[in-house]
């Protein structure tokens, strides 16, 4: 009986199946493939970040041209004021007559009528409210008249105004200490 040599085989057909050299090409081309797919999101990425750039800048225009629009309408609905104003000093410098004064009233409520007309509005307060400070400027302290004086707004020395609800000047009071 013939030993038959069956190992070389085995093994020439186990060096086959392994086949390094094919894994090797197929391994480069997918490295090759992701690098190709980073390029292109590194791509897409810096697109976006130019284009958030681009916006960041263009909302900061619009917002500045927004702020000077809506300062131009105040203004101009303020220039006839301007104009009743300058022509009352006019009829002052030639001597004060008693439909002066009557004048002057309509100018302040035309003034005042514009500013409201813009969402203007006077902050509330009287003697005798609450001192709060978070609603009102304490200009200074003096010694209360009465004990349920304290604490309390003795004298109100300028008007606050709020612009909607944000307080753009504070009432400024005298407080009873």
């Known amino acids: ?20 050299n094919k894994t ?10 992701l690098l190709a797919s980073i390029e292109k999101e ?10 958030f750039e681009n916006y960041k800048k263009r909302t900061a225009k619009e917002r500045i041209e927004l702020f000077k629009t809506a300062n131009q309408e ?20 030639k001597g004060i007559q008693p439909q002066d004064i009557e004048g002057f009233k309509l100018i302040f409520s035309k003034f005042s009528d514009i500013l409201k007309a813009n969402g203007l509005q ?9 001192f709060n400070p978070e609603i ?6 003096i010694p209360a008249p009465s004990e349920a004086d304290k604490g309390k707004i003795i004298d109100v020395i300028e008007i606050g105004y709020q612009l909607g609800e944000r307080i753009i000047r504070y009432p400024k009071v005298v407080v009873g200490q």
């Open 136 to 141: 009102h400027e304490a200009i200074t302290q």
């Open 42 to 51: 590194k791509e897409n990425f810096l697109r976006l970040f130019a284009e």
């Open 1 to 20: 009986m013939k030993k038959t040599d069956t190992s070389t085989p085995i093994s020439e057909e186990k060096n086959k199946s392994k086949k390094p």
């Open 122 to 130: 006077t902050t509330l307060t009287k003697v005798g409210d609450v």
């Open 24 to 33: 090797k090409p197929s391994g480069k081309g997918k490295i090759e493939e």
């Open 74 to 93: 105040v203004m101009t609905a303020m220039i006839p004021v301007l104009d009743d104003i300058q022509r009352a000093q006019q009829q002052i410098e």
